[in-house]
């Protein structure tokens, strides 16, 4: 029997090997376009970048050792350029031009797919690559070299640009990746995907997503790369890692079926159209074991076992079936592991499938145990049987051991109860009594059985009008920050105060991950309540999603705190005693937030805290925790999933980051309902809002109805409620003049004449208000008295007391009463 293969690396040589060991006798012929028949592809980028040192590590197999090795014809740099099925031939060229040609008893295709180049102005121009093999590999690495490039510029931010944009900063070049679509690594979930663009910040790369490239330019300085926005991106080496394609052509000429999607078609023993011609790896399509509809999966493993696979069926008939790929992935993202397997939310969105998702955060291992890290893990699932559709998983490590596990229930027909049914190895450095995969097992199962009726953050941001948002975390918490209009009832005193949460509005109840609002939705829901759900993944999931993406510019090092954070390290202390170092890592929430807490309260004014967190929430929020609390925010730095904050203990005065100037707020108190003076109190508070200022309004007694919805829920009051209800404006519409008002004509004439002016209407001065983040404190002392309910009043309001205005008047240089 005589075998010919076209293509070696996963499938081609794969195969070829386990026909040797299948059939001795066999004449085995390995055709391969390039110099190289067995590389690692996958580790092209990290020896770019200098993580590995040895070329020579990459090559896996030489064409002399394999051949040698497994009695294989190894031919490189003879490409097959024609089939002629009819006649089973192939014609080859060789490197210098002449051709001939090869027959066949049994033929394997495995050509693999080609990078993506876009016909774009200036594409061809010098130091703008592509990379795909070993060959692209050597020009790279010696422009890189022999260019000293500095910036480079990473175009698409799928699994391998990533890897690109880290080692290209590992060889000290400042990167900048642009992505067409809002988010990086189309294959997993937005909010998956949000973490993943907060790390790549931190770590100096520059990031434009929703941009797309319209054309390169060579000047003397270098590229210029031209976005679709107007923006321009300077570079000395531009890599397009937009995507492949399936290299189809050689089989199309032939007269083979292609498939849907572009892909060589292959029935279940993966021989295609033509009989004793088979194929393997990126070029074929293949139905997807879920979905059923065909699908191309660029991936080595898959390739590998194709390669297998079709070797048995070739040399003893068709024997085993392939069981088709479910897309399992991961890749290195600087310090954050990022894998996926199966459908994402957003494909089963697009198959129209119904599903639930659910969202846990857990440790790494148990977070008594040193260094356990953050791991975010997302499932998706048939929201009837719990039949598990795909999982997503984000960490720092245990997120390939978790994805490999819920892959393999996915391939055999798994539920999300198999989760909690799984058997793993369990000690302290290792994992948790529960483990990751087991806790979002009892979460999914809580969401089938309707246990824990949920919403997600991006249902709540659509949603969020009308809703009371409930947030059970700490006060310390909550000062650390908050969903725009949630009020803090925390958990352990939420029994207390029923009286607070509205039994007529619909509940959202939210922690940091999820847990204690769960708790407290139980809560609710033994007391009556009975349209309550609970935000999955909590305010983590929702503050990471929500933040914005915004363009930085790009830099080769890890980013530096400010010269003003320098000078102030260097500066001596005014404290003689030794700065206080805390380990938080692997802490779940509160309890960072608790340990600062505790150091702080200990300290006296100017002593230093040392917080070493592994909650990456907690480092991105102290700054305003400090703002809030009077303390100061020194530095903080980021090192393998380990967050490092220096925090200064205050005298009481919040001070502003930028060069630690304070009392530059402004803050006034409205304690009128007269238009007018309404009118008056927003264009201060907007025009001081304008300048950058921190503002804050306190609305007491009679101006709480400044705040009044039009729209108000019914709730109940008793008689003294009711009669205030009766006698007050019903909102900032019925307002009147303090002069001149004429029964209601004066503030209807003063109305009439702003909007003929141009001027901006009461209402309109609020929402621009919000919109520049003035804070809207309503008194609660004032809301009781009168008989004015939470719920009556606009969502975007904070409700507090006498020491929460006293705490923002003392970050302001002026204070005024209205």
């Known amino acids: 029997m005589k075998y010919l293969i076209i293509g070696g690396v996963a499938g081609g040589a794969t195969a070829a090997a386990r026909l040797r060991r299948v059939d001795e006798a066999a004449d085995i012929i390995l055709l391969e376009k390039g110099k190289y028949i067995s590389y690692a592809n996958c580790g092209l980028p990290y020896y770019i970048g200098g993580v590995i040192e040895d070329r020579a590590k990459l090559l896996v197999q030489t064409p002399q050792s394999f051949g040698q090795r497994f009695r294989i014809d190894v031919r490189v740099e003879n490409e097959a350029v024609a089939i002629d099925p009819a006649r089973k031939a192939v014609t080859v060229r060789r490197a210098d031009g002449t051709t001939y040609e090869e027959t066949y008893d049994k033929l394997l295709l495995s050509p693999g797919a080609t990078p993506v180049r876009p016909p774009l102005e200036g594409i061809g121009e010098e130091g703008i690559f592509t990379l795909r093999n070993v060959d692209d590999t050597d020009r790279i690495k010696a422009y890189l070299t022999e260019k000293r490039v500095r910036r480079a510029v990473v175009v ?126 990126d070029a074929i399509e293949f139905p997807h074991p879920l979905t059923g509809k065909p699908w191309l999966n660029y991936l080595a493993g898959p390739a590998n076992r194709q390669g297998r696979i079709v070797a048995d069926n070739m040399a003893l008939g068709n024997v085993t079936a392939y069981e088709g790929a479910i897309g399992t992935s991961i890749a290195k993202v600087f310090d954050l592991t990022v894998a996926s397997t199966g459908l994402a939310a957003k494909r089963l969105k697009q198959l129209g499938m119904d599903y639930l998702s659910s969202v846990t955060h857990s440790g790494s291992h148990a977070g008594y145990y040193p260094d356990a890290l953050p791991l975010t893990l997302k499932l998706t699932f048939d929201p009837r049987s719990g039949r598990l559709y795909g999982a997503q998983c984000v960490g720092y490590e245990g997120v390939d051991k978790r994805i490999d596990q819920i892959a393999q229930l996915i391939k055999h027909g798994g539920t999300v109860y198999d989760l909690v049914e799984t058997e793993h190895a369990y000690a302290p450095p290792f994992s948790s009594a529960k483990d990751p995969i087991a806790i979002a097992g009892y979460v999914a199962s809580n969401l089938l059985s309707g246990a824990m009726p949920a919403i997600t953050w991006r249902e709540l941001v659509a949603q969020k009008d009308g809703l009371v948002l409930i947030d059970t975390r700490t006060p310390e918490e909550f000062a650390f920050g908050t969903i725009p209009g949630a009020v803090n009832i925390p958990l352990d005193n939420l029994r207390q105060r029923l009286s607070e949460v509205p039994t007529d509005r619909p509940v959202v109840v939210f922690c940091a991950v999820g847990l204690r609002g769960y708790l407290a939705q139980r809560i609710l829901m033994g007391h009556g309540y009975t349209n309550v759900r609970n935000l999955i993944g909590g305010y983590k999931t929702y503050s990471a999603a929500v933040a914005p993406v915004l363009p930085t510019e790009a830099c080769s090092c ?190 209807r004439m003063m109305r009439y004449l702003m909007k003929r002016k141009g001027v901006d209407s009461l209402e309109s001065l609020r929402a621009q208000a919000l919109a520049q983040g003035v804070e809207f404190i309503a008194c609660q002392m004032s809301m009781d008295m009168m008989g004015i309910a939470r719920e009556e009043l606009l969502d975007e309001v904070t409700v507090g007391g006498v020491a929460t205005y006293m705490d923002r008047a003392d970050q302001a240089n002026v204070n005024l009463f209205i």
């Open 156 to 281: 698409g931010a799928g699994f391998i640009g990533l890897e690109m944009a880290e080692n290209l900063h590992h060889a000290g070049v400042a990167v900048s990746v642009v992505e067409m679509g809002n988010q990086v690594m189309a294959p997993i979930d937005y909010s998956m995907a949000a973490p993943v663009h907060q790390h790549l910040v931190e770590k100096g790369v520059g990031l434009y997503l929703e941009e797309g490239v319209t054309s390169f330019r060579r000047t003397d300085e270098g590229l210029t790369v031209f976005l679709k926005s107007g923006k321009t991106l300077q570079a000395d080496l531009v890599l397009l890692s937009i995507g492949v394609r399936p290299a189809t052509a050689l089989a199309k000429e032939a007269g083979l079926k292609l498939g849907e999607t572009g892909g060589i078609w292959v029935d279940e023993y993966l021989q295609t159209s033509a009989p004793d011609i088979y194929a393997v790896g």
């Open 558 to 747: 890890t980013r530096e705190p400010s010269a003003s954070h320098r000078e102030a390290e260097n500066a001596s202390c005014v404290c003689d005693r030794p700065v206080v170092r805390i380990n938080a890592c692997g802490l779940q929430c509160p309890g960072p937030i608790m340990k600062v807490k505790e150091a702080m309260d200990a300290a006296v004014p100017g002593q230093r805290v040392e917080v070493v967190a592994t909650d990456a929430g907690f480092a991105r929020d102290a700054s305003a925790w400090c703002h809030t609390t009077g303390n100061r925010l020194i530095e903080k730095s980021e090192s393998k999933g380990r967050y490092t904050v220096l925090l200064e203990k205050g005298n009481g005065v919040c001070e502003a980051e930028n060069g630690g100037k304070s009392g530059r707020g402004k803050t006034l108190i409205l304690f009128s309902d007269d238009l007018d003076k309404a009118l008056a109190t927003f264009v201060l508070a907007n025009g001081a809002a304008a300048t950058g200022q921190k503002v804050s309004i306190f609305f007491t007694f009679w101006g709480l109805n400044v705040l009044k919805k039009v729209n108000k829920p019914a709730v109940q009051k008793d008689i003294f409620g009711r009669m205030f209800g009766w006698m007050l404006p019903s909102s900032s519409l019925k307002l009147k003049l303090s002069q001149m008002n004429m029964l209601g004509m004066g503030s």
